[in-house]
């Protein structure tokens, strides 16, 4: 029998987000959850708890400095960590912490061979640069995540897929001299969305030129557009030979969110996770 899904949902996950009135509210684990139960979604996989990111891994990613500013912002409980995008709140740094935990400890079970696959619905942070938070994201989950897998792991060939509405600039330009991190990222168009990234004419620089695919969908586009945008990106993916797969599934391309303006289906999200399974199962032995 294979290994099953790992789910990571904890008390110490649903406390990431912000106060009231924020866009990025704290009641989004519990949303998700119950959905999820009522789907019978509970039964199929095992719950897994967060364990907190020492700073030593968190650091892999992070400039010291700025985990300086976290833990500081962390105590006070006030301020913002950035230009006004991201507020601080008490223990913002211990939370942040067991978000990251949540993204190792699921890559150390799937390289154990403990579980298949592995989900972090409160996770994704994709905006954070290794020196400043961003875009409501205080520490970057998937920059640590690419930077352990590497250094614990030994995995060097990574794809990076993104199909959150807003770009995933904290990865894109962190890694963007990176010739082994395999980006494809299918989003809102910058020109119209923040973070105002990910152009098309953008596929890498230095040796990582054209080891990048950015893939902007015009507002309003749906599943359609979405499908063919897909097909690219799997085209790529493929000829790359991924040893690992990482996919930032953010829901706010769904019909209806009030940040953006895409109007995909669930369908979308499915067909995605169907095909980067079976991406997966081709060339990373099922990771």
């Given at each position: 029998?294979?290994?099953?899904?790992?789910?990571?949902?904890?008390?110490?996950?649903?406390?990431?987000?912000?106060?009231?009135?924020?866009?990025?509210?704290?009641?989004?684990?519990?949303?998700?959850?119950?959905?999820?139960?009522?789907?019978?979604?509970?039964?199929?996989?095992?719950?897994?708890?967060?364990?907190?990111?020492?700073?030593?891994?968190?650091?892999?990613?992070?400039?010291?400095?700025?985990?300086?500013?976290?833990?500081?912002?962390?105590?006070?409980?006030?301020?913002?960590?950035?230009?006004?995008?991201?507020?601080?709140?008490?223990?913002?740094?211990?939370?942040?912490?067991?978000?990251?935990?949540?993204?190792?400890?699921?890559?150390?079970?799937?390289?154990?061979?403990?579980?298949?696959?592995?989900?972090?619905?409160?996770?994704?942070?994709?905006?954070?640069?290794?020196?400043?938070?961003?875009?409501?994201?205080?520490?970057?989950?998937?920059?640590?995540?690419?930077?352990?897998?590497?250094?614990?792991?030994?995995?060097?060939?990574?794809?990076?897929?993104?199909?959150?509405?807003?770009?995933?600039?904290?990865?894109?330009?962190?890694?963007?001299?990176?010739?082994?991190l395999i980006?494809?990222?299918?989003?809102?168009?910058?020109?119209?969305?923040?973070?105002?990234?990910?152009?098309?004419?953008?596929?890498?620089?230095?040796?990582?030129?054209?080891?990048?695919?950015?893939?902007?969908?015009?507002?309003?586009?749906?599943?359609?557009?979405?499908?063919?945008?897909?097909?690219?990106?799997?085209?790529?993916?493929?000829?790359?030979?991924?040893?690992?797969?990482?996919?930032q599934c953010?829901?706010?391309?769904?019909a209806g969110?009030?940040?953006?303006?895409?109007?995909?289906?669930?369908?979308?999200?499915?067909?995605?996770?169907?095909?980067?399974?079976?991406?997966?199962?081709?060339?990373?032995?099922?990771?």
């Amino acid at each position: 029998m294979s290994p099953p899904v790992h789910l990571f949902i904890s008390e110490n996950l649903g406390r990431y987000g912000f106060p009231e009135g924020h866009p990025l509210s704290i009641d989004r684990q519990g949303a998700f959850w119950n959905a999820a139960r009522a789907r019978g979604l509970d039964r199929a996989v095992v719950i897994a708890d967060s364990p907190a990111a020492p700073r030593s891994a968190i650091e892999r990613f992070h400039h010291p400095e700025y985990v300086d500013q976290v833990i500081e912002a962390s105590r006070a409980g006030s301020g913002y960590l950035d230009y006004g995008d991201t507020p601080a709140f008490p223990g913002c740094y211990e939370v942040t912490a067991h978000l990251v935990g949540a993204a190792l400890e699921g890559a150390r079970r799937v390289m154990a061979g403990e579980a298949r696959r592995t989900f972090q619905p409160i996770g994704g942070l994709h905006h954070a640069r290794r020196g400043a938070a961003a875009g409501f994201c205080v520490f970057n989950d998937l920059g640590v995540l690419v930077e352990t897998l590497r250094a614990e792991h030994g995995v060097r060939r990574i794809a990076y897929v993104d199909i959150d509405v807003h770009h995933g600039d904290g990865v894109f330009y962190e890694f963007e001299h990176d010739p082994e991190l395999i980006v494809a990222d299918i989003h809102e168009d910058g020109a119209v969305l923040y973070p105002g990234t990910g152009f098309a004419y953008e596929s890498g620089k230095g040796a990582a030129q054209g080891a990048k695919l950015n893939l902007p969908l015009a507002r309003g586009a749906g599943d359609a557009e979405f499908f063919c945008a897909w097909d690219e990106a799997e085209r790529f993916l493929e000829r790359r030979v991924p040893e690992f797969v990482i996919l930032q599934c953010g829901a706010d391309g769904l019909a209806g969110d009030p940040l953006a303006d895409l109007r995909l289906t669930p369908a979308a999200h499915a067909h995605a996770v169907r095909r980067l399974i079976g991406l997966a199962e081709r060339h990373a032995e099922g990771r």
